[in-house]
């Protein structure tokens, strides 16, 4: 079966569906289900299924079960397949997992709690039927959803500019990470490291494991928080604010520059330092704060790395200066 | 930022890259509270001597277009005469919009006055 390719409006209109509506309507119609069975029987379901016995609970925390994930999860993937500006990538496979996430909570874990509750099969079978259900409606979804036709492979190389011989250009960026997320993940290590010290002094030195993801998460914001970017002579740098990590494309290593259109979910599946095979096939780089155009420099083995620092333009153009001189 | 220079001309290079940010600061390409590169980035990226980039800087500083703070490298600060001009121009621009007056024309006005 060869997958359809539409043009940009199908695609996301078809993801738009597929991520918000269809779920939407399958949370809606397992609430009604679960409101119209529950309330007509009038009494106390089973919550809770446990070797020895089960606990019971009022009908609505099915109702509420389901409401709590099923819009949640709507709205959290429905946000970033609306802010795309590239159905492909990471955000060609959102819709599927909305789906399979939606059909577990919704159908398995409510609808089908509620009908087989008194069951003996109960909870295995609502269960494993959600998760075989949403499996096999994700891989309809990722099936079935139209691609995007690619956008033009390679960039456009950038005008080099008019340097005199004699004359040498320069640029320098910076690259930086929203100020509110580092803030927000500071703020979250910072509080586990108080806990896990509060914790040590409780309960001793033997818990000192603790500190290690919100050290590795404070290691991690502080050395990604900002890059400094230069083009020139000598070729291109980014370079983390803290020395490394950085990445180097000498100017004898130069192919091309150009200015490029980046969705971090469709290029590089997220955000931050990533590393995906590319449209080239060879490997690229991608240090990414935001969307919307960013530099992309490719070095002649055909490897490249894509930053997105504003005024791409001019850096392009100063890299492809220096990219076209022979050596 | 970008910084065009000339090695082999007879200006010293230093005073290349301050007349080039000093063009920046008053066209408003570069902001005024904004931070100029570490004078190693842009010694790297041009390829000269970090030395060369200091003076520069120190030249800025001199002539009060940017702020020397350690720690926080060198800040463009507004020189309300750079900006006085530059409000005056865009006050011109929008009466010669409003006027259908066009730009040749404009220019040509800028230029007699300049020199008269």
Same mark, same amino acid.
């Given at each position: 079966?060869?997958?359809?390719?539409?043009?940009?409006?199908?695609?996301?209109?078809?993801?738009?569906?597929?991520?918000?509506?269809?779920?939407?309507?399958?949370?809606?119609?397992?609430?009604?289900?679960?409101?119209?069975?529950?309330?007509?029987?009038?009494?106390?379901?089973?919550?809770?299924?446990?070797?020895?016995?089960?606990?019971?609970?009022?009908?609505?925390?099915?109702?509420?079960?389901?409401?709590?994930?099923?819009?949640?999860?709507?709205?959290?993937?429905?946000?970033?397949?609306?802010?795309?500006?590239?159905?492909?990538?990471?955000?060609?496979?959102?819709?599927?997992?909305?789906?399979?996430?939606?059909?577990?909570?919704?159908?398995?874990?409510?609808?089908?709690?509620?009908?087989?509750?008194?069951?003996?099969?109960?909870?295995?079978?609502?269960?494993?039927?959600?998760?075989?259900?949403?499996?096999?409606?994700?891989?309809?979804?990722?099936?079935?959803?139209?691609?995007?036709?690619?956008?033009?492979?390679?960039?456009?190389?950038?005008?080099?500019?008019?340097?005199?011989?004699?004359?040498?250009?320069?640029?320098?960026?910076?690259?930086?990470?929203?100020?509110?997320?580092?803030?927000?993940?500071?703020?979250?290590?910072?509080?586990?490291?108080?806990?896990?010290?509060?914790?040590?002094?409780?309960?001793?030195?033997?818990?000192?494991?603790?500190?290690?993801?919100?050290?590795?998460?404070?290691?991690?914001?502080?050395?990604?928080?900002?890059?400094?970017?230069?083009?020139?002579?000598?070729?291109?740098?980014?370079?983390?604010?803290?020395?490394?990590?950085?990445?180097?494309?000498?100017?004898?290593?130069?192919?091309?520059?150009?200015?490029?259109?980046?969705?971090?979910?469709?290029?590089?599946?997220?955000?931050?330092?990533?590393?995906?095979?590319?449209?080239?096939?060879?490997?690229?780089?991608?240090?990414?704060?935001?969307?919307?155009?960013?530099?992309?420099?490719?070095?002649?083995?055909?490897?490249?790395?894509?930053?997105?620092?504003?005024?791409?333009?001019?850096?392009?153009?100063?890299?492809?200066?220096?990219?076209?001189?022979?050596? | 930022?970008?910084?065009?220079?000339?090695?082999?001309?007879?200006?010293?290079?230093?005073?290349?890259?301050?007349?080039?940010?000093?063009?920046?600061?008053?066209?408003?390409?570069?902001?005024?509270?904004? &931070?100029?590169?570490?004078?190693? +980035? =842009?010694?790297?990226?041009? %390829?000269?001597? *970090?030395?060369?980039?200091?003076? #520069?800087?120190?030249?800025? &500083?001199?002539?009060?277009?940017? +702020? =020397?703070?350690?720690?926080? %490298?060198?800040? *463009?600060?507004?020189?309300?005469? #750079?900006?006085?001009?530059?409000?005056?121009?865009?006050?011109?621009?929008?009466?010669?919009?409003?006027?259908?007056?066009?730009?040749?024309?404009?220019?040509?006005?800028?230029?007699?006055?300049?020199?008269?």
């Amino acid at each position: 079966m060869t997958r359809r390719t539409v043009d940009h409006r199908s695609a996301r209109r078809t993801a738009l569906i597929a991520a918000i509506w269809v779920p939407l309507a399958i949370v809606v119609v397992a609430l009604a289900v679960v409101i119209a069975v529950g309330a007509g029987s009038g009494r106390d379901l089973i919550v809770g299924w446990s070797a020895g016995g089960h606990r019971t609970g009022p009908w609505w925390t099915y109702a509420v079960l389901v409401a709590a994930t099923g819009f949640p999860v709507i709205g959290f993937i429905g946000f970033f397949i609306a802010r795309a500006t590239r159905m492909a990538g990471a955000n060609s496979w959102m819709p599927a997992i909305a789906m399979g996430l939606t059909v577990f909570h919704a159908l398995g874990m409510g609808v089908g709690s509620v009908l087989l509750n008194a069951s003996p099969l109960a909870p295995t079978l609502p269960l494993a039927g959600g998760f075989v259900l949403a499996v096999v409606g994700a891989l309809l979804t990722w099936r079935l959803l139209p691609r995007e036709a690619a956008a033009p492979t390679g960039i456009e190389p950038a005008v080099s500019l008019p340097v005199r011989p004699g004359e040498v250009a320069g640029w320098t960026g910076t690259l930086e990470l929203p100020g509110w997320f580092v803030a927000v993940v500071t703020t979250v290590a910072a509080v586990l490291i108080v806990l896990g010290v509060l914790r040590l002094l409780l309960a001793g030195p033997h818990g000192w494991p603790i500190f290690l993801a919100p050290t590795l998460l404070l290691t991690v914001i502080v050395a990604t928080a900002q890059f400094v970017v230069t083009a020139g002579p000598r070729g291109f740098v980014v370079r983390s604010a803290l020395g490394w990590p950085r990445f180097t494309v000498p100017a004898a290593d130069l192919a091309t520059a150009g200015v490029v259109a980046v969705d971090p979910m469709a290029d590089f599946g997220g955000w931050g330092i990533r590393w995906v095979i590319g449209p080239s096939r060879k490997g690229r780089w991608g240090v990414v704060t935001r969307r919307g155009p960013g530099l992309e420099v490719v070095r002649r083995d055909g490897r490249s790395i894509v930053v997105t620092v504003d005024d791409a333009g001019t850096a392009a153009a100063v890299l492809e200066t220096y990219a076209r001189r022979p050596a | 930022m970008f910084v065009l220079i000339d090695p082999t001309a007879t200006s010293p290079v230093f005073a290349q890259i301050a007349g080039s940010i000093t063009t920046q600061i008053a066209t408003g390409t570069i902001a005024t509270g904004a &931070r100029l590169p570490a004078a190693r +980035e =842009l010694a790297d990226s041009l %390829g000269v001597n *970090v030395h060369t980039v200091l003076r #520069a800087y120190q030249e800025l &500083r001199d002539e009060g277009q940017v +702020e =020397l703070r350690r720690g926080r %490298g060198a800040v *463009v600060v507004g020189t309300p005469t #750079a900006d006085r001009v530059r409000d005056a121009v865009a006050k011109a621009a929008a009466e010669a919009k409003a006027a259908g007056i066009p730009i040749g024309t404009l220019l040509v006005l800028v230029r007699k006055e300049y020199e008269s």
